[in-house]
Structure formats: structure tokens, C-alpha cells
């Protein structure tokens, strides 16, 4: 791990007093803040007025029980989060997550992360994440609903287009935001479009949402690429996970000349030396929700490795998209000693303190999260604008507005990091560009 400045120190250290146990959360905290010493020496204004502090807290954090009833008729009950982090460029936005795994370690880390990932898309979104631990494996679509409509219950009162704007992640896609929508819509007698993003296209949802995290990494990796006079023509990719995002890399890759040969899920990944064929995991994974492990059935030449770890498969450009932490020192190492040139994270905080190390030291390209990622909130906010006015834009508009901000966010990285003397590297790039203006309009504001 890098060393945090001897300011910064104490900060990090309150940091991990005031929340015991949520590791995940001070990772985060830890990354952003072994950035910022060379902030304070430009702008000593942001340590007096105490701004690293404030960031660390979240604005508000509600907690709630999420009552259901299943289908056997017995009751379940699981928690709800959301964590309405930083405000200070706009409404809170973030995506919801379900997963076995969520508490609100996990969530206050992908709260903190969206503060900077939001900044860094340059459009008028604060910082902000929730979920449950609500497990939708193996649930039936009515079990599905009733668990969606119980938490809206809720989480309804904390929303508005101007106020709290939440949006899929891990286990949350069109069918829960429809359940959501349905609910929220009902309660409140609003038909608010701003009040949800990723809905569907009959009813205010934007094209290009769907496929935006993926084409966004994509495109952030080529933009890395090109600046090594590099392209995907013709390079082997691996592409982990293989949910939304995972596919829409998938795709994107594709479409630049790449071939990805492994994609994964939570028990293992599939190779197929010919590349993967996203028509066949499209099916399996978005209309039959079935595991990764049925593409061997079709493909008798690919190969299916339980419980195998994908990063031992070589490759010139890696992106992880599944989760957190899915990348340790060793698989890094792997990586690299393969032949990797380029990594681009399409899930937030794949990669951990450790794996960032070896790819900073061997110099490759890498693309942290919160700005290669940002692709999907920033279709959002492209949503938002859409709603607001009444509109609905063409894909082809779209997907080229979704192309400029990814530039935009990959030249912002890379000239940050020269003009504070660590050239190529896009983790302080990013890191600086995106605090140094929450940073400011916090100033702005006094001390609120
Ligand atoms: N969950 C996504 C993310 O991690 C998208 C959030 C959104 O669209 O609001 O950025």
C-alpha cells in the first residue's frame, strides 16, 4: 500500500474509529485519500475549512426493516439501505444493490466511490447508494415484486427527482426499477420519470442505459489505448462477470475489433478460444437467468472451469466487471506476467490495494472504477435530462454524448495526474480532477 500524507493521516484514522468493521468502506476512504496530500498544498482553503472530514461523512444513512411475504406464505425480513452521501453537485444518485452481501460497509463504499465517479462525469449528480441484502437468486418474479414494493415503501419518502434519484447495481435491473417505479408511483400519485433511472423505454427509460456501464469502460480503455498509439484491433480480451455490465463490454469489444475469450459467474468462467458468443450468454444470463455453465452445453469446444480463477487465462486487456475485490495481489501479478498491457474496471473496487500496486509499478494502462465505470451513472444523468424535458433522444445521439464524456473524463484523468507529477497514472488523476471540484462547491456553500 502508498502512503497517506502526514495531514491526511489522522483524518483516515477518525475515519476508521468512527466505523468499526466496514472494511470495504475504508478501502475506499484509504485510496482516495492517499491522493490528497498534494491538494492541500494547492489549496490549503479545503483543509480549514475541513473538507476531507466532512466528505467522510455521509450527509444521511437510512437504515430499514424490509418486510415480504414468500411464496410459501412465510415471512421474510431483510434490510434496507441507503446512504445519501455528499450533495454538493446535485441530487444524491447511485445505484440500488441486492445481494447476500450488502451491509452498510458495502454500501457507504459504493456511496463514497459514486461521489467522485458522479463529479467526474462533469453533469449535475451528488453522491449516493442502497440496496438489501435480499438475495434475488433463485426468487420467483411475485417474490421478486412483493419484496420491491415493500422496500419502495419506504425508501419512497427519501426520493424525488431533485432529491434522491436511485438506479440499478449488483441484482437491481429493469424488472426490479419497473416494481419500484410501480410503487413509488402509486404511493406518491406522482408519475415523477426523474425519480428512478434504468427504466424501461415505454416508460421514460433512456436508450443506451442498458448497454452504457459496459460501452462506457470500453470506451475509457480505448481512450488509454490510443494514447499508447494501442487499439482493440485484433487484442484477446477477458471480461469477468457476465451481468449488464459484463455483456455490454462484451459487446462493445466486439464491435472494436477485439475478441474476449472468458467471461465468469459467482462458481466459475467459461473459455472459448474462438471468442465468446454474446447471443448465446444473452439468453442464458437476460431471458433465461440460467448460470454460465449451460454455454458448454451448446458449445461442446469451450471449455467450462468450476470454481477456476479467470485472471490465469492470458490476455492483452483485462476488465473486471463483476465485483468488489475480485482482482488480489497475485492475479495482478498474473496478469502482467501474461502479457496485460491494459485493465479497465467496469465493477467498482475489483481490484485491491494490492493488485492496484503491481499494475501502477509495471506501468500499464489502468483505468480505476470511478472514472472507467462512469459511463452507466452518466447515461443516468443523460436519463434525468431526458425526463425533465419531456424527451427521448435517439440511440445513435446517445451513445455519441455517452463517447464525448468518456473522453472528457479520460483527458481530465490524464492531464490531472501530469500537472501533479505522476504521469500516466489515472488513480490520482482521478482521484484529484473529481475532489478538487466536490472541494470547491462545498467551499461555496459554507459550512453546511
Ligand atoms: N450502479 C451504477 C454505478 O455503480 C449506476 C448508478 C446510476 O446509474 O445511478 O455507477
Redesign the pocket.
Known amino acids: 500500500m502508498s502512503s497517506i500524507d502526514e495531514k491526511v493521516e489522522p483524518i483516515y484514522k477518525a475515519v476508521l474509529d468512527r466505523n468499526p468493521g466496514e472494511i470495504e468502506f475504508h478501502q475506499a476512504v484509504r485510496e482516495v485519500l492517499e491522493s490528497l496530500g498534494p491538494v492541500l498544498v494547492k489549496h490549503p482553503e479545503f483543509a480549514d475549512h475541513r473538507i476531507i472530514e466532512r466528505i467522510c461523512e455521509p450527509e444521511r444513512q437510512i437504515i430499514f426493516r424490509v418486510p415480504w411475504v414468500d411464496d410459501k406464505n412465510v415471512v421474510q425480513i431483510n434490510r434496507g439501505f441507503r446512504v445519501e452521501f455528499n450533495s454538493a453537485l446535485g441530487p444524491y444518485?447511485?445505484?440500488l444493490r441486492f445481494h447476500p452481501s450488502v451491509y452498510l460497509g458495502i454500501i457507504k463504499f459504493?456511496g463514497f466511490e459514486?461521489i467522485f465517479?458522479n463529479a467526474l462525469t462533469g453533469l449535475p449528480i451528488g453522491g449516493g447508494k442502497g440496496g438489501s441484502d435480499f438475495d434475488p437468486k433463485g426468487k420467483s418474479d411475485a417474490e421478486v415484486m412483493r419484496f420491491c414494493q415493500s422496500f419502495m415503501t419506504e425508501l419512497y419518502r427519501h426520493l424525488g427527482e431533485y432529491t434522491d434519484?436511485?438506479?440499478?447495481?449488483i441484482g437491481v435491473g429493469g424488472r426490479e426499477i419497473g416494481y419500484m417505479f410501480g410503487q413509488y408511483k402509486r404511493i406518491t400519485n406522482r408519475w415523477e420519470a426523474g425519480v428512478l433511472?434504468?427504466k424501461g423505454l415505454d416508460w421514460g427509460g433512456s436508450l443506451v442505459r442498458t448497454e452504457a456501464?459496459g460501452y462506457g469502460a470500453t470506451f475509457f480503455v480505448d481512450e488509454m489505448l490510443k494514447v499508447r498509439n494501442e487499439s482493440f484491433d485484433g487484442k484477446t480480451c477477458i471480461v469477468s462477470g457476465s451481468g449488464n455490465v459484463s455483456i455490454y463490454t462484451m459487446e462493445k469489444i466486439a464491435q472494436l475489433g477485439g475478441k474476449t475469450v472468458a467471461c465468469s459467474d459467482s462458481n466459475g468462467y467459461i473459455y472459448d478460444e474462438k471468442g465468446i458468443d454474446l447471443d448465446l450468454v444473452k439468453q442464458l444470463k437476460e431471458v433465461e437467468r440460467r448460470r454460465i455453465k449451460n454455454y458448454v452445453d451448446v458449445y461442446k469446444h469451450a471449455k467450462y472451469i468450476s470454481k477456476g480463477n479467470i485472471w490465469e487465462v492470458p490476455c492483452q486487456v483485462a476488465m473486471p466487471s463483476a465485483t468488489q475485490n475480485e482482482i488480489n495481489g497475485k492475479d495482478a501479478e498474473m496478469l502482467v506476467k501474461n502479457g496485460c498491457i491494459a485493465v479497465g474496471e467496469g465493477a467498482?473496487m475489483p481490484t485491491t490495494p494490492e493488485g492496484i500496486k503491481v499494475f501502477l509499478d509495471a506501468k500499464i494502462a489502468y483505468g480505476p472504477g470511478k472514472a472507467a465505470?462512469?459511463g452507466?451513472?452518466a447515461t443516468?444523468a443523460l436519463e434525468m435530462q431526458q425526463n425533465a424535458s419531456r424527451d427521448s433522444w435517439s440511440f445513435e445521439y446517445t451513445e455519441d454524448r455517452l463517447r464525448q464524456i468518456m473522453r472528457n473524463i479520460h483527458k481530465t484523468c490524464y492531464e490531472t495526474a501530469e500537472e501533479y507529477g505522476a504521469p500516466g497514472n489515472y488513480v490520482t488523476g482521478a482521484n484529484i480532477s473529481a475532489f478538487i471540484k466536490v472541494a470547491q462547491a462545498m467551499v461555496a456553500f459554507g459550512v453546511i
Open positions: 444518485k447511485g445505484g459504493l459514486q465517479k434519484v436511485p438506479a440499478g447495481d433511472t434504468g456501464t467498482n465505470n462512469a452507466g451513472v443516468s
